[in-house]
Nanobody, 125 residues
Framework: QVQLVESGGGSVQAGGSLRLSCAAS????????MGWFRQAPGKEREGVAAIDSDGRTRYADFVKGRFTISRDNAGNTLYLQMNSLKHEDTAMYYC???????????????????WGKGTPVTISS
């Protein structure tokens, strides 16, 4: 079993930056793909970015050039650096992990085995 705990969310003005972190514990050696998903009020959850254990990254088109996903060498901490934030980035952000490879594109939430409880991000315009 793997436990994921997010941190770093908050409220900032449009154009600002935030850095989200996700601390993984438990049987982390069994994890390959890790990713960030988000869910805005009244909307479905969507993928934001993902990274394999070998460091290959994938991004949703709406965050390319603004967000950067990374993970530490031990693979136990996942990060999401968010720059040039927009009002539409307001959402609950979730960390997720999978025993599988991410795949060729941004992975679906359905391949993720473990989820954090989320950290809220609010962008004021």
């Amino acid at each position: 079993q793997v436990q994921l705990v997010e941190s770093g969310g908050g409220s900032v003005q449009a154009g600002g930056s935030l850095r989200l972190s996700c601390a993984a514990s438990g049987y982390t050696s069994g994890i390959d793909c890790m990713g960030w998903f988000r869910q805005a009020p009244g909307k479905e959850r969507e993928g934001v970015a993902a990274i394999d254990s070998d460091g290959r990254t994938r991004y949703a088109d709406f965050v390319k050039g603004r967000f950067t996903i990374s993970r530490d060498n031990a693979g136990n901490t996942l990060y999401l650096q968010m720059n040039s934030l927009k009002h539409e980035d307001t959402a609950m952000y979730y960390c997720a992990a999978s025993k599988y490879w991410c795949g060729g594109t941004l992975p679906s939430e359905y391949i993720m085995h473990f989820w954090g409880k989320g950290t809220p991000v609010t962008i004021s315009s």
